[in-house]
């Protein structure tokens, strides 16, 4: 450990004592209230609220921080250490805050701030606040102990630091590896805090390849709506549709970590009959199950169901590769391209770019690879032969040029449409065709 590191984790270590001291003395006195079982509503209340405030204090007695940020606002003398959690712990006394919860909107700087001199704002309700980041430290606490601090970004510092960055992320990345899902406060993004901080009244779509994160960013999502608009939002409003129950045992615990635990989570069909109550049944499905296991001749073949069997099929992949070699071979239009009165791109050439120079990319890299050649050679003509052209010959090339290289498009749409259809047949038709 160098001289710099040791002198930072000595600071750290002093900051964690005194607050791990002050979220002990807070929890020691909440625990001594009696806990009350009455009918008194005021009384329900301030229960409800002493116990909330019990479960923040004993989820942030282990792990009360995780990151910290220097920042001096414009205008400031000095820059201000604030420390990043999970919920945001207050000095009784001074009333000053100890940790800020990271869904403040001063511990976006935490995640969006990624290094460089200039100055750098945040959101706040009061509007733009400017200012300078000074430090940027990561912070490990496991089970009230102090294990890690990683500096990635010093003001005035020497070196890049995106390479601590990463290592760090993949340390905590490859910590308490298990079959649930945990919450991510420690090592959230740029570009997923922007998804997660993102305005209330739009719709947002997440998309992404399986294990990207989606569903991780889509609940700290909701716990950041929860927190930022806690006047209007309602967790007993909000509700999660997972596919499966196993799906939802799977997330069950990220929500509770994060301190929101009264979101319901079901699937659509549970909750669908819960609604319709006795109205609707769902057919048991130990019958199907019973017949798809079953041993020797009691078993249907493949041909006695509709397409959704079909589809797993080594017939039904072949018929797919034969559509698409299909679409392949009928790729580009038969006819020539005139871009302009007078001009033609003959057929026979744009073929021998697509089929054999660009043969060894994928089709739609072949698309693209054609379509940026066609329009470079168009775009040289008309330099060339402006006064020939003229606006409205310029207009009909990017008109034509849109017509031409959109039939293929079409052609690909037709054949989506046919294996639409072929979904809808039964497996007995396509066989035999």
């Known amino acids: ?79 201000m250490a604030l420390y ?23 511990a976006g700087l935490f995640y969006s701030f990624t290094g460089g001199e200039d100055s750098a704002s945040y959101e706040s309700p009061d509007g733009t606040i400017d200012g300078t980041v000074h430090l940027k430290r990561n912070i490990v606490i496991r089970k009230q102990e102090l294990q890690r601090v990683v500096d990635s970004y010093v003001r005035g510092g020497e070196g890049n630091a995106t390479g ?17 899902l945990r919450d991510i406060v420690s090592t959230i993004q740029a570009e997923q805090d922007k998804i997660i901080r993102g305005e209330r009244n739009t719709a947002l779509f997440i998309q992404g390849v399986a294990g990207s994160g989606k569903t991780t960013v889509a609940l700290h999502r909701l716990a950041f709506l929860l927190y930022q608009y806690r ?41 669908a009959l819960n609604r319709l109550q006795e109205e609707l049944k769902l057919a048991d499905p130990a019958d199907e199950y019973g017949k798809w296991f079953a041993v020797g001749a009691k078993r249907p073949s493949i041909e006695a169901e509709k397409n959704s069997r079909y589809k797993g099929s080594i017939a039904y992949q072949s018929l797919l590769d034969e559509a698409m070699k299909r679409f392949e071979e009928s790729f580009i239009p038969p006819q020539d391209y005139h871009p ?15 089929y054999e120079e660009y043969g060894h990319y994928p089709l739609a890299k072949r698309k693209e690879r054609l379509e940026g050649r066609i329009k470079t050679l168009v775009g040289d003509g008309v330099g060339q032969n402006p006064q ?41 038709g396509l066989a035999s065709g």
């Not at 040029?401 to 054949?415: F, H, M, Q």
């Open 164 to 180: 601590v960055s990463d290592e760090f992320l993949l340390y905590r990345l490859g910590e308490n590896k298990d079959n649930r």
């Open 388 to 428: 020939r052209v003229g606006p409205q010959g310029i207009q009909k090339e990017r008109v034509r040029t849109s017509a031409y290289l959109s039939e293929a498009a079409a052609r690909y749409v037709a054949l989506r449409l046919v294996h639409a259809s072929i979904r809808r047949c039964k497996v007995t």
């Open 84 to 106: 990043i959690g999970k919920n945001g712990i207050e000095d009784e006394q001074s009333r000053k805050l100890m940790v800020i919860d990271w869904r403040a909107p001063v």
């Open 1 to 79: 450990m160098s001289e710099n590191d040791q002198s930072a984790y000595l600071e750290e270590a002093a900051v964690h004592k005194r607050t791990a001291k002050e979220i002990s003395r807070q929890l020691d006195r909440l625990e001594s209230v009696p806990r009350y079982f009455g009918d008194d509503f005021t009384e329900q209340v301030l229960e409800s609220a002493r116990e909330a405030r019990r479960g923040v204090l004993k989820r942030a007695k282990d792990e009360p921080y995780f990151g910290r940020l220097d920042f001096q606002e414009e205008g400031k003398p000095e820059a």
């Open 340 to 354: 302009w009165d007078g001009a033609t791109l003959r057929a026979k050439e744009i073929r021998k770019w697509f």
């Open 231 to 271: 006047e209007s939002v309602r967790a007993e409003r909000m509700i999660i549709f997972a596919p499966n129950r196993m799906f939802l045992d799977y997330i069950s615990g990220v929500l509770p970590e994060l301190g929101v635990g009264e979101i319901r989570q079901t699937t659509f069909a549970d909750w």
